[in-house]
């Protein structure tokens, strides 16, 4: 399995960027997926999960209504919105398979497997 993370920058406060994950090596649509996030000098915390499909999702109390996550089965791609950043939002940014037998809804990184390389957000002030 292999998740390859894409679509950090550099932004300004207020702004926003689109994170994409395109998995291989697993059938994509039947797996949860989330997005963990680590900062500089910080463990790495959850930010968001879905189902199989787009019907469910979970998030971090410190970016919903901000972040989107979402996904397209078809394309084996994993999204993450990420609106109205905020220069704390700074972090890299990983996406993971939710193991099958995690319980639903889980902020857990040891629930998850097959993390991605990570792409870095940077959020200015």
């Known amino acids: 399995v292999q998740l390859q993370a894409s679509g950090g ?11 994409s994950c395109a998995g291989s090596g697993l059938t994509f649509s039947s797996y949860r997926m989330g997005w963990f996030r680590e900062a500089p000098g910080k463990e790495r915390e959850f930010v ?13 109390s410190s970016v919903k ?9 078809a ?7 990420m609106d109205s950043l905020k220069p704390e939002d700074t972090a ?8 099958r037998d995690a319980r639903w ?21």
């Open 9 to 19: 920058g550099l932004v300004q406060a207020g702004g926003s960027l689109r994170l």
């Open 92 to 99: 890299v940014y990983y996406c993971a398979v939710q193991k």
């Open 65 to 73: 209504g901000r972040f989107t996550i979402s996904r397209v089965n």
């Open 48 to 60: 968001a999960a879905i189902g199989w499909n787009n019907d469910i999702t979970h998030y971090a």
């Open 105 to 125: 809804p889980t902020t857990l990184d040891f629930d998850f497997r097959s993390w991605g390389q990570g792409t870095l957000v940077t959020v200015s002030s």
């Open 75 to 81: 394309k084996n791609t994993l999204y993450l919105q």
